[in-house]
């Protein structure tokens, strides 16, 4: 997957960067092009001219490179390179870069390629165990997952300040092997394909501040259209009452209800190649939500009955006016789980069904990782390991694609 691939490594100021020339070698005797952009804090650790040694290639050191007293040269390095490259790889990535990474800032050359960039990017942390396990550092790496960005896991051993735990960057040997999967993965195979996904919970308003609602993060849908988007698809997500940041190259329309829901779906699923329901739309809605604040007096004051009313089956109802799309939903079960998600499949007329336990560990409600098992029409029955949402949406992919007329 290496040979002829054009790499990008962002090199930023950790003590590991003394490690990065071995990993440019090593990805230059497999056949890879391999550019470097380095922070003007990596330059402490590591010269512009070993890199550039190593790579065959000119180093951009600083957001403007060679730059010369009382001269002023144009371009547009940082598009360029943006444009060029099929996968980045910044490492070692430190606390400092991850907050900008996650907070848009592009105060350094590292920095402001990944604003750039239209390939996907790795980071690969490498800090003390403190600063890796201080809860803004794991808040902006769960901002960069939910962008999209792959993060390697540090790894666990002795520092450099002497003290041990996980914050060393990961061998050469995996972070190659996270490229090469990386570039397998990031192939245009649904370019020209348009996607529909739902994700997220809806909200059935029982008065203007209190509804029935459920726990989905939205978490996978959003995984699913950030993968399908990646892999050139044309996406459309439909999300309900959700804040996480949309996914680029996304079309999302936000809806509150089920009958929202409903609506928008019917509005978009014309013309789709895949149509992915993944959202957790409620079952049931309030038969006459009150118009005003309901009190826990008079009338209430010893309780109160709520009559409700079933929603509409909104992936029932795609199933049957389906015109050719591969079609796949959602079971989530706590008991007998394939045995319900096959009946699901078989009821609503799918081409897969995805089935996951919230009570397994690694499947809840909120989490980054998921645990699924993937049932086609035919019954094939594929239980997955553990794995973060992203891949778990690739996977899928992977099965609808092979779908496709």
């Given at each position: 997957m290496?040979k002829g691939?054009?790499?990008?490594?962002?090199?930023?100021g950790?003590?590991a960067?003394?490690?990065?020339?071995?990993?440019?070698?090593d990805l230059?005797?497999?056949?890879?092009?391999?550019?470097?952009v380095?922070?003007e804090a990596a330059?402490?650790f590591?010269?512009?001219?070993t890199l550039?040694?190593v790579s065959g290639?000119?180093?951009?050191?600083?957001?403007?490179?060679?730059?010369?007293?009382g001269?002023a040269r144009?371009?547009t390095?940082h598009?360029?390179?943006?444009?060029w490259?099929?996968v980045?790889l910044?490492a070692p990535a430190?606390?400092n870069?991850i907050?900008k990474?996650?907070?848009?800032?592009a105060?350094d050359a590292?920095?402001t390629l990944a604003?750039a960039?239209?390939?996907?990017l790795?980071?690969a942390?490498?800090?003390?165990?403190?600063?890796?396990?201080?809860?803004?550092?794991?808040?902006n790496?769960l901002?960069?997952k939910?962008?999209g960005?792959?993060?390697?896991p540090?790894?666990?051993?002795e520092?450099?300040?002497g003290l041990t735990g996980p914050g060393?960057?990961?061998e050469?040997?995996?972070m190659?092997?996270?490229l090469?999967?990386?570039?397998s993965r990031?192939?245009?195979?649904?370019?020209?394909?348009?996607v529909?996904?739902?994700?997220?919970?809806t909200?059935?308003?029982i008065?203007?501040?209190r509804?029935?609602?459920?726990?989905?993060?939205?978490k996978?849908?959003?995984?699913i259209?950030?993968a399908?988007a990646q892999?050139?698809a044309?996406v459309?997500l439909?999300?309900?009452?959700?804040?996480?940041?949309?996914p680029?190259?996304?079309?999302?329309?936000d809806?509150?209800?089920?009958a929202?829901m409903?609506?928008?779906?019917?509005?978009n699923?014309?013309?789709?190649?895949?149509i992915?329901m993944?959202?957790?739309v409620a079952?049931f809605t309030p038969?006459?939500p009150?118009s005003?604040?309901?009190k826990k007096?008079?009338a209430?004051?010893?309780?109160?009955?709520?009559?409700?009313?079933?929603t509409?089956d909104?992936?029932?109802?795609?199933?049957?006016k389906?015109?050719?799309?591969?079609?796949?939903?959602?079971?989530l079960e706590?008991h007998?789980?394939?045995k319900?998600a096959?009946e699901?499949?078989?009821a609503k007329?799918l081409?897969?069904?995805?089935?996951n336990?919230p009570?397994e560990k690694?499947?809840?409600?909120?989490?980054?990782?998921?645990v699924?098992?993937?049932i086609?029409r035919s019954g094939?029955?594929e239980?997955?390991?553990k794995m973060?949402k992203f891949e778990v949406?690739h996977e899928?992919?992977d099965?609808?694609?092979?779908?496709?007329?």
């Open positions: 290496l691939s054009h790499i990008v490594i962002g090199v930023t950790g003590i960067a003394y490690k990065i020339p071995l990993l440019v070698r230059k005797r497999s056949g890879a092009d391999v550019r470097v380095m922070s330059a402490e590591v010269t512009p001219m550039a040694t290639n000119d180093v951009v050191v600083g957001t403007f490179p060679a730059k010369e007293k001269s144009g371009g390095w598009i360029d390179l943006g444009r490259a099929n980045m910044i430190t606390a870069v907050a990474l996650a907070s848009g800032y105060e590292v920095a604003l960039l239209r390939c996907p790795l980071v942390p490498s800090m003390d165990v403190d600063m890796w396990h201080h809860p803004s550092t794991q808040e790496v901002a960069l939910q962008l960005y792959r993060v390697l540090p790894e666990e051993g520092l450099a300040s060393r960057l990961p050469i040997a995996v190659i092997s996270a090469e999967e990386t570039l990031s192939r245009d195979d649904l370019k020209k394909k348009r529909l996904v739902t994700a997220g919970p909200y059935e308003p008065d203007p501040v509804f029935i609602g459920n726990r989905s993060s939205g996978m849908g959003f995984a259209a950030n399908a892999r050139g044309t459309t439909i999300a309900g009452n959700i804040q996480h940041k949309t680029r190259n996304v079309q999302r329309i809806v509150s209800t089920a929202d409903y609506d928008a779906v019917m509005a699923r014309s013309k789709q190649d895949i992915i993944s959202a957790a079952d038969v006459k009150s005003k604040k309901l007096t008079g209430n004051a010893g309780g109160m009955t709520l009559e409700l009313t079933a509409k909104i992936l029932k109802e795609v199933g049957k389906n015109a050719g799309s591969v079609l796949v939903g959602f079971a706590t007998d789980g394939v319900h096959k699901k499949l078989k007329k081409d897969l069904i995805v089935l336990n009570q690694g499947a809840g409600f909120g989490t980054d990782t998921n699924v098992t993937i086609s094939k029955v239980k997955l390991p973060s949406a899928l992919l099965r609808a694609a092979k779908r496709l007329k």
